[in-house]
């Protein structure tokens, strides 16, 4: 029971401890962002109570109707991030260029990017669906002053910490900084994340998938082909496979991390290059998942092995436990990935 105690915060401190080289920066950046989503969940949660649901009227990068929470949600990391003193520059969904921090508010190195996804799946808001942020790590490559764009555009693989934090039926935030993943608990009647999932593991072969289904007719035929393939009846290899999609990423993730499952979003005919975003969806949950055993790829490769070519590409999204992935590229492969 004495684990249940163990805070976010000293669970942080205790992993810095067993790195020589940590100056603490790392500790703080991550208890910053733990604290704005602290807060965002307050929100998420009186959302249904205050006149905070609805559009806000204007249109992210994306295209996208901006709902209130996405707004305050934004708002309310790049604040903490700048007052924090961490990171020289913050890059966001809802950004369409990256936001440099200049070191006018202390005289820490700044020596971190933070990419995020302030409210995933916030189109689920109205519908009380568990939704989620989604952050992503990196140590800066210059060296003094505001970061730049090729501090911003580092591929996944040279991340130093990831996390989503869902905000379901509790809020949970999950979270690797290279040496495993753990997840927490937000016990709002004392405000602190409570450890709640030391060393998570993800099963290596699942009998769950999750994609929208809607597009099948514009997925490739090899896609076609999985997707049929996992709904056969075959005891020896578990299928059918269950199809659980709740049309929120962390969501999905989330459930799939504990329980096993593949996440699919491919590119189809609409969606070339994939739906999910590289820097704020797909590289730190390709993290997570690689920590935790699992496989991340865009159906051919590594996606934390992707250099990135701007802020806001999109990939297509394969992840989950590792079996079943590498099923799915067998699938994707065999049709040598012929276009649709
Ligand atoms: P679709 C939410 O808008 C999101 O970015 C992810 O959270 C989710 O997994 C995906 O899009 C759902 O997309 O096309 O199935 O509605």
């Not at 405000?191 to 994609?211: C, D, H, I, V």
């Not at 499952?261 to 491919?266: A, K, L, R, S």
């Not at 797909?282 to 790829?297: D, S, Y």
């Not at 070519?309 to 799915?328: C, K, M, N, Y």
């Amino acid at each position: 029971m004495l684990n249940k105690l163990q805070t976010l915060y000293r669970h942080i401190i205790e992993e810095e401890r067993k790195i020589p080289e940590a100056t603490g920066q790392l500790s703080d950046l991550l208890g910053d962002i733990a604290l704005a989503c602290k807060v965002i969940s307050l929100e998420v949660n009186r959302a249904g109570l205050i006149d905070i649901l609805g559009m806000t009227g204007e249109k992210n990068v994306q295209g996208e109707e901006v709902k209130k929470l996405d707004d305050y949600a934004n708002t309310l990391l790049k604040r903490i991030m700048q007052m924090g003193g961490h990171a020289c520059a913050l890059c966001s969904e809802e950004e369409e260029t990256f936001v440099p921090i200049d070191e006018v508010y202390n005289d820490f190195s700044h020596k971190y990017i933070v990419h995020f996804d302030p409210l995933d799946g916030s189109s689920n808001i109205d519908a009380n669906i568990s939704i989620g942020t989604i952050f992503s790590i990196y140590k800066r490559i210059s060296t003094k002053g505001p970061g730049t764009i090729e501090d911003c555009l580092q591929p996944g693989y040279r991340q130093v910490a990831a996390g989503y934090v869902v905000y379901g039926s509790s809020t949970i935030m999950v979270y690797t900084a290279g040496k495993g993943v753990h997840g927490f608990t937000l016990d709002p009647s004392v405000g602190e994340f409570l450890l709640s999932y030391r060393n998570m593991t993800t099963p290596k072969k699942s009998k769950t998938y999750s994609a929208n289904e809607g597009n099948y007719g514009k997925w490739s035929s090899g896609m076609r082909k999985y997707i049929d393939y996992l709904k056969a009846s075959d005891g020896k290899t578990g299928r059918p496979y269950s199809s659980r999609y709740v049309g929120s990423l962390v969501a999905d993730f989330h459930r799939n991390l504990l329980y096993g499952g593949i996440f699919i979003y491919p590119a189809d005919e609409k969606n070339r290059n994939g739906k999910l975003r590289l820097m704020y969806e797909a590289n730190p949950l390709a993290f997570i998942v690689e920590q935790a055993g699992g496989r991340a790829t865009n159906g051919e490769k590594r996606i934390l092995d992707i250099q990135p070519e701007s802020l806001h590409q999109r990939t297509p999204l394969f992840i989950g436990s590792e079996d079943d992935v590498v099923q799915a590229e067998k699938f994707l492969l065999f049709e040598n990935g012929k276009e649709f």
